[in-house]
Nanobody, 125 residues
Framework: VQLQASGGGSVQAGGSLRLSCGVSERTFMRGFMGWFRQAPGKGREFVAAINWEGASTYYVDSVKGRFTISRDDARNTVYLQMNSLNAEDTAAYYC???????????????????WGQGTLVTVSS
C-alpha cells in the first residue's frame, strides 16, 4: 500500500493550507487514519485522527478549533484542513493508516502500520 501526502508549502502566520493523503488501496482505510508531524529536532507528534466511519475525530489540544480532519472514501483520500497557522505548526506532516484498528490509542504512532512520505509545512511570522 502507498500513502501519498501532498499540499504542504510556505504560508504566512494566520494563513491556511489543506493537506491531502491519497491511499492506493481503499481497504487500508478501514481503520483509523491519522496525521502526525515532526518539527526539526523534535519527535513525531500526533496531530489528528479519524475513525473508519468518519464519525469520530480526535485532535491534539494545540490544533483544536484550527485544524479539521476529514475523509473521502470514494476518493481514497484523507484531508487535513489547517487554518490560523502559526510558527509552531512548522513541521513535516505525515499521514498514516491503521487498517483494522478501532481502539483508543489512535494518538500513538505505533498503532499505524503504513506511512506516507511527509509534506513540509513552513509558517513564517
Amino acid at each position: 500500500v502507498q500513502l501519498q501526502a501532498s499540499g504542504g508549502g510556505s504560508v504566512q502566520a494566520g494563513g491556511s493550507l489543506r493537506l491531502s493523503c491519497g491511499v492506493s488501496e481503499r481497504t487500508f482505510m478501514r481503520g483509523f487514519m491519522g496525521w502526525f508531524r515532526q518539527a526539526p529536532g523534535k519527535g513525531r507528534e500526533f496531530v489528528a485522527a479519524i475513525n473508519w466511519e468518519g464519525a469520530s475525530t480526535y485532535y491534539v489540544d494545540s490544533v483544536k478549533g484550527r485544524f479539521t480532519i476529514s475523509r473521502d472514501d470514494a476518493r481514497n483520500t484523507v484531508y487535513l484542513q489547517m487554518n490560523s497557522l502559526n510558527a509552531e505548526d512548522t513541521a513535516a506532516y505525515y499521514c498514516a493508516a491503521a487498517p483494522g484498528y478501532s481502539g483508543r490509542y489512535y494518538y500513538s504512532p505505533t498503532m499505524y502500520n503504513y506511512w506516507g512520505q511527509g509534506t513540509l509545512v513552513t509558517v513564517s511570522s
